[in-house]
T-cell receptor, first 110, second 114 residues
Framework: EDQVTQSPEALRLQEGESSSLNCSYTVSGLRGLFWYRQDPGKGPEFLFTLYSAGEEKEKERLKATLTKKESFLHITAPKPEDSATYLCAVPSGSARQLTFGSGTQLTVLP | DTAVSQTPKYLVTQMGNDKSIKCEQNLGHDTMYWYKQDSKKFLKIMFSYNNKELIINETVPNRFSPKSPDKAHLNLHINSLELGDSAVYFC?????????????FGPGTRLTVT
């Protein structure tokens, strides 16, 4: 069975303090990996798709990387508005169904 | 111009009742999904559906059924509601094809069964 594990569960940072979130996965044949952001009371918002090991994507202060076993979401000089839960997901079974990790709740303090 | 919308936003009902949640997408996507997010915020796929194929997660009780009147809508019907059905339900949509396409999510429906 495909599994996705995210760490840490929660992360508190001071504004400007860079860090990384981890997403490790066990799947039978990786077809790609998604990162989403979820704010309280809202649906997940798409951030990145990574298709193969070695790929990197950037968006503002966020940078996602992918290896054969895990993905990292690097946050550079975060701001309070970056506070949210960050979810990673991989396609499993049917390519249209996603298996999500439990998320990392990021809090950035001013 | 909301991409994926759901109604209602909140739904409070009693055990044993039957209820529906509506979902509409205006992205022109041909595949839609329903996910359940439990109290621990874990997001789990329930169904994926396009006009050719319905894929049901094996853990979903048959009290839950998706109904699609057209490509832009996928409604979720729940019969004989139970306390354990309380959760947030998200609808999502995506394109379908050889490439892996991202899914876009609605705002969620918080279902509370009393």
């Amino acid at each position: 069975e495909d599994q996705v594990t995210q760490s840490p569960e929660a992360l508190r940072l001071q504004e400007g303090e860079s860090s990384s979130l981890n997403c490790s996965y066990t799947v039978s044949g990786l077809r790609g990996l998604f990162w989403y952001r979820q704010d309280p009371g809202k649906g997940p918002e798409f951030l990145f798709t990574l298709y193969s090991a070695g790929e990197e994507k950037e968006k503002e202060r966020l940078k996602a990387t992918l290896t054969k076993k895990e993905s990292f979401l690097h946050i550079t000089a975060p701001k309070p508005e970056d506070s949210a839960t960050y979810l990673c997901a991989v396609p499993s079974g049917s390519a249209r169904q996603l298996t999500f990790g439990s998320g990392t709740q990021l809090t950035v303090l001013p | 111009d909301t991409a994926v919308s759901q109604t209602p936003k909140y739904l409070v009902t009693q055990m044993g009742n039957d209820k529906s949640i509506k979902c509409e997408q205006n992205l022109g996507h041909d595949t839609m999904y329903w996910y359940k997010q439990d109290s621990k915020k874990f997001l789990k796929i329930m169904f994926s559906y396009n006009n050719k194929e319905l894929i049901i997660n094996e853990t979903v009780p048959n009290r839950f059924s998706p109904k699609s009147p057209d490509k832009a809508h996928l409604n979720l019907h729940i019969n004989s509601l139970e306390l354990g059905d309380s959760a947030v339900y998200f609808c999502a949509s995506s394109r379908t094809g050889g490439t892996l396409y991202e899914q876009y999510f609605g705002p969620g429906t918080r279902l509370t069964v009393t």
